[in-house]
Nanobody, 126 residues
């Protein structure tokens, strides 16, 4: 069964940085759509960034453009989310997601992804 394991979350002060990792097992991330979503208490899950690992095309939510970078390492079967300039509003549980077929859709939705990690908490204090 496909497994996604996130790591790298934690608590930082505003302006700080974190790098999240999503390690996939029992599936290759090659030529897949991989994404990061986040969900804050009382809010809906929202897409943060996605990457098509077959060509590198990316999507970013407007709220994170210029601060977050999604990347892949096919040799490690891992996707990353580098988060710089963190703000208190970035506080949320962050989830990694994988879509097996069909590539990436601009403006990804949670329903487009069939596999999810357990999440990693990011807390930004101001």
């Amino acid at each position: 069964q496909v497994q996604l394991v996130e790591s790298g979350g934690g608590s930082v002060q505003a302006g700080g940085s974190l790098r999240l990792s999503c390690a996939a097992s029992r599936v290759t991330i090659s030529r897949r759509c991989m994404a990061w979503f986040r969900q804050a208490p009382g809010k809906e899950r929202e897409a943060v960034a996605s990457i098509y690992t077959g060509g590198g095309s990316t999507y970013y939510a407007d709220s994170v453009k210029g601060r977050f970078t999604i990347s892949q390492d096919n040799a490690k079967n891992t996707v990353y989310l580098q988060m710089n300039g963190l703000k208190s509003e970035d506080t949320a549980m962050y989830y990694c997601a994988l879509r097996l077929w069909g590539g990436c859709i601009s403006g990804p939705r949670a329903g487009d992804f069939g596999y999810w990690g357990q999440g990693t908490q990011v807390t930004v204090s101001s």
